[in-house]
């Protein structure tokens, strides 16, 4: 017995009729009446009491009328779950994103991209670019959003956005009165880094070196809003997405 023989017979059984079944079905009444007598055939049984005044199911048409109701809302349930699970229902996303560009930009893409997709949910995980990028390659991370290092030819890539990296100083720092700088300018300036997990540093180190001078680094943090307030503090100036700086009050932004 074929799923089809099946759904045509559960549709006859459901009508009590030959022709309503086989409009419902959208095919030909004697197509219908084919795929039911190839069940009889094949079983040795007869499913409908023929007549042409009454329609009336034999026993053998009663059990597979309900076994036969089941099999087919089970399916459709099946297919309905297959559905969901294809459109993104309640999938999860794995993302690395450095709290740098998590600051900037995780707040607007959630609330669009939830409205968009609601069933999906975004699992965010926040590291450096570096680490984000070998968690990428391995499959630990199924998306990372980083600072876009040199070579990129392990990845899959898409610019989303681009901006500045700028120097970052307290208001009244004799380098905030630049409309932009030279990094030969920050030679034996102390400077206040994200540390070498960070995309950037690596950026702002080949910097240094094609300049041919060597910063003079005083501290490293994973944190962004520390280096901010130690800045801040005058304990140091720093290198950053600009950005960053909208949410921040005290401290002026130079392009380098």
Not at 40 to 45: A, I, K, P, Q, S
Not at 120 to 144: A, Q, R, W, Y
Not at 192 to 197: A, C, G, N, R, V
Request: proline content about 5%; overall charge negative; aromatic content about 8%.
């Amino acid at each position: 017995m074929e799923f089809r023989q099946l759904q045509y017979f559960v549709a006859v059984a459901e009508e009590e009729s030959f022709s309503r079944a086989a409009e419902k079905m959208n095919v030909s009444q004697p197509s219908l009446s084919k795929a039911i007598q190839s069940i009889e055939d094949e079983y040795g049984v007869t499913l409908v009491k023929r007549t042409t005044r009454s329609f009336k199911l034999t026993d053998a048409g009663e059990l597979i009328f309900k076994q036969g109701e089941k099999l087919i809302d089970d399916y459709e349930q099946l297919k309905d779950k297959l559905s969901e699970l294809s459109s993104d229902y309640m999938c999860e996303i794995r993302i690395g994103i450095p709290p740098v560009l998590n600051t900037i930009m995780a707040s607007d893409m959630l609330s669009g991209f939830s409205k968009q997709h609601p069933r999906l949910k975004l699992l965010f995980t926040e590291m450096g670019s570096k680490p984000i990028i070998s968690n990428v390659i391995k499959g630990e991370l199924d998306v990372g959003f980083v600072l876009l290092p040199d070579d990129c030819s392990e990845l899959s890539v898409r610019r989303i956005m681009s901006d500045e990296i700028v120097l970052v100083v307290p208001e009244g720092h004799e380098l905030a009165k630049y409309k932009a700088i030279s990094i030969r300018l920050l030679k034996d300036i102390p400077l206040i880094m994200l540390d070498s997990t960070y995309q950037i540093y690596d950026n702002v180190m080949r910097a240094f070196n094609r300049a041919g001078i060597e910063p003079n680094i005083i501290a490293l943090s994973k944190s962004w809003d520390y280096i901010v307030e130690l800045v801040r503090l005058s304990h140091g100036i720093t290198i950053l997405p600009k950005p960053i700086l909208k949410k921040t009050q005290g401290l002026v932004a130079v392009p380098l």
